[in-house]
């Protein structure tokens, strides 16, 4: 059975482009160069492809966090907050 987003069920695929991709995992992870599934792709896996965009996505808030004078201000913020908290939570440190 296939579920929508919220859970609820929907109709099974009907033609192959519906399929999900294939499950194939590398066998290395790390390994770019020699992936199976990067292979059978004849492109970047699922799994390196999610992995790059994960990372490009760090790139980005880290850029912001480091660029944009409103978000060093938010960061400080809630820095300063956490750290308030902690000392409440654990008196003596």
Do not use: N
Request: charged share 25%; aromatic share 6%.
């Amino acid at each position: 059975m296939f579920l929508d987003e919220r859970g609820k069920p929907v109709a099974a695929p009907q033609t192959t482009s519906e399929l999900p991709a294939p499950e194939t995992a590398p066998y290395d992870p790390m390994d770019w160069e020699d992936c199976p599934a990067c292979a059978e792709a004849q492109d970047q896996c699922r799994y390196h492809r999610g992995f790059a965009a994960g990372m490009e996505y760090q790139r980005d808030l880290i850029i912001t966090v480091l660029t944009d004078h409103a978000a060093i201000d938010q960061l400080q913020q809630r820095h300063g907050e956490l750290k308030t908290k902690a000392a409440h939570a654990h008196p003596g440190r």
